[in-house]
């Protein structure tokens, strides 16, 4: 167990709807990551968030957004749904404000899938 | 544009023998590179990394290896075991707009009896 935790495990929807991913970060962990893994694909980085703000962004959708709260939970919008859309969504956290030399942590995961 | 790549899809190794994944990169701005391990329906886990002023780094049965000139990494699990079946990522940051984790597609290890 990671300390990370993510809601839902699975989401099934149809096109052109909007959901929203939940994650809960380790405890004392300011940053928050975002990634996509599709079939048989690496895991793409998304965005990240450090203690509220907006630190990195990565090749996120412009019909997704995100957003960090004060006690440091983050959810991911996903709106406007395509077939292509259907994947793992991964959060991840980490006690500094960079990939580099901060040890990651990551969530079960959300399967999403858009029927 | 896949900038880590790990072109060996799958590895099947006996338990008890080593087992060599291999990752290749291509931005020259890495400098910070991981192993992340991954069981289904579970998040993947890290499990090694090494700096690129390093050449190796050792951490029990595993070990990382960096060619820097050849833009190459690998993982060495020696001896290999069941409990090692899982699929392995290659990962890489650096500066500037290299500072996102960038991960390889994986490698699925099984490791037979």
């Known amino acids: 167990d990671s300390g990370v935790t993510q809601t839902p495990k699975h989401l099934i929807t149809a096109t052109g709807q909007r959901v929203t991913l939940r994650c809960s970060p380790r405890?004392?962990?300011?940053?928050v990551y975002w990634y996509q893994q599709s079939l048989d694909q690496g895991l793409q980085f998304l965005i990240q968030y450090y203690n509220g703000e907006e630190r990195a962004k990565g090749n996120i959708l412009e019909r997704f957004s995100a957003q960090q709260f004060p006690d440091l939970h983050s959810e991911l919008n996903l709106s406007s749904l395509e077939l292509g859309d259907s994947a793992l969504y991964f959060c991840?956290?980490?006690?500094?404000?960079?990939?580099?030399?901060?040890?990651?942590?990551f969530g079960p995961g959300t399967r999403l899938t858009v029927l | 544009d896949q900038q880590v790549k790990q072109n060996s899809p799958s590895l099947s190794v006996q338990e008890g023998r080593i087992s060599i994944l291999n990752c290749d990169y291509t931005n020259s701005m890495f400098d910070y590179f991981l192993w992340y391990k991954k069981y289904p329906a579970e998040g993947p886990t890290f499990l090694i990394s090494?700096?690129?002023?390093?050449d190796k780094n050792e951490d029990g049965r595993f070990t990382v290896f960096l060619n820097k000139s050849a833009k190459h990494l690998s993982l060495h699990i020696v001896p290999s075991q069941p409990g090692d079946s899982a699929v392995y990522f290659c990962?890489?940051?650096?500066?500037?707009?290299?500072?996102?984790?960038?991960f390889g597609t994986g490698t699925r290890l099984q490791v037979t009896l």
């Open positions: 090494i700096s690129s002023i390093k």
């Open positions: 991840a956290s980490s006690v500094g404000g960079g990939p580099r030399y901060n040890e990651q942590f």
């Open positions: 990962a890489a940051s650096g500066t500037g707009t290299a500072s996102k984790l960038t």
């Open positions: 405890s004392g962990d300011l940053s």
